[in-house]
């Protein structure tokens, strides 16, 4: 059974929340791929709205969330911009500040703690909408062409999915910021060390997420949450070998 107060939101709130959240994991997967750029505008509410068949409000609301987790900015008579430096305002953790593997492993235990709860409220509240969309990530993670950088960005969007289906919408802004901000590239270069050993990195990450999808699609937290501790746990370790083989011996 769902928390009472995920039950009291009406349907309308809910529906009109959900809406926003994908369209902030959509903007933020292509400001995360490289499709807006660094100081570069964003297309106009009205573009969004057509594009993405949502009303002037969601798509503010959208932005919104984005200027929270520091992603954008918005100069008024002017529009929207991919922003060069996080804005200071929100929840933020300088990606400067993380500059050791200390730094990248502390990150990490931080998402450890946020996403194992995540995947366990998931279970019982995503949609078939959202299991589908995690279906089509793990799909492309399987594909046997995908470069170091598209399975970040697959690895990005089933993490997101996942956020967005805990129907809470911090989750979504702290995770956003954690996977867009601060770790991509230091994840992009772990994936390239991994794919150096025998057994290919994809394969790996690929069953580790299909065991966290099978225990959402069929509602099972505890199965979840263990799945997702795994996962991670997993990531920390290869991310701690690669910065290591990557560092010259004294």
């Given at each position: 059974?769902?928390?009472?107060?995920y039950?009291?939101?009406?349907?309308?709130?809910?529906?009109?929340?959900?809406?926003?959240?994908?369209?902030v994991?959509?903007?933020?997967?292509?400001?995360?791929?490289?499709?807006?750029?660094?100081?570069?505008?964003?297309?106009?509410?009205?573009?969004?709205?057509?594009?993405?068949?949502?009303?002037?409000?969601?798509v503010?609301?959208?932005?919104?969330?984005?200027?929270?987790?520091?992603?954008?900015?918005?100069?008024?008579?002017?529009?929207?911009?991919?922003?060069?430096?996080?804005?200071?305002?929100?929840?933020?953790?300088?990606?400067?500040?993380?500059?050791?593997?200390?730094?990248?492993?502390?990150?990490?235990?931080?998402?450890?703690?946020?996403?194992?709860?995540?995947?366990?409220?998931?279970?019982?509240?995503?949609?078939?909408?959202?299991?589908?969309?995690?279906?089509?990530?793990?799909?492309?993670?399987?594909?046997?062409?995908?470069?170091?950088?598209?399975?970040?960005?697959?690895?990005?969007?089933?993490h997101?999915?996942?956020?967005?289906?805990?129907?809470?919408?911090?989750?979504?802004?702290?995770?956003?910021?954690?996977?867009?901000?601060?770790?991509?590239?230091?994840r992009?270069?772990s994936?390239?060390?991994?794919?150096?050993?025998?057994?290919?990195?994809?394969?790996?990450l690929?069953?580790?997420?299909?065991?966290?999808?099978?225990?959402?699609a069929?509602?099972?937290?505890?199965?979840?949450?263990?799945?997702?501790?795994?996962?991670?746990?997993?990531?920390?370790?290869?991310?701690?070998?690669?910065?290591?083989?990557?560092?010259?011996?004294?």
């Amino acid at each position: 059974m769902l928390p009472m107060d995920y039950h009291n939101v009406q349907p309308g709130a809910r529906k009109h929340r959900s809406m926003a959240e994908e369209l902030v994991a959509d903007l933020s997967r292509r400001i995360y791929e490289g499709e807006f750029a660094r100081a570069t505008k964003l297309p106009t509410e009205s573009q969004v709205m057509q594009t993405h068949g949502v009303s002037r409000t969601v798509v503010r609301e959208a932005i919104s969330r984005l200027q929270a987790a520091g992603l954008v900015e918005t100069r008024h008579g002017i529009g929207t911009f991919v922003c060069d430096i996080p804005s200071p305002s929100g929840f933020r953790i300088d990606p400067a500040s993380i500059v050791t593997l200390s730094d990248v492993l502390a990150v990490l235990e931080l998402r450890i703690s946020l996403e194992v709860e995540a995947a366990g409220l998931a279970s019982h509240r995503r949609t078939n909408e959202q299991l589908q969309l995690m279906r089509d990530s793990l799909d492309i993670l399987k594909s046997n062409a995908i470069s170091a950088e598209y399975a970040v960005a697959a690895d990005f969007q089933f993490h997101q999915q996942i956020a967005l289906a805990t129907g809470n919408r911090y989750f979504t802004d702290i995770m956003l910021h954690l996977e867009v901000s601060i770790l991509p590239r230091a994840r992009v270069h772990s994936t390239r060390q991994a794919n150096n050993g025998k057994e290919p990195y994809v394969e790996r990450l690929s069953r580790e997420h299909e065991a966290i999808y099978q225990a959402i699609a069929r509602g099972d937290s505890d199965a979840a949450r263990a799945a997702m501790r795994l996962h991670l746990s997993n990531s920390r370790e290869r991310m701690r070998r690669s910065y290591e083989a990557a560092t010259p011996a004294d």
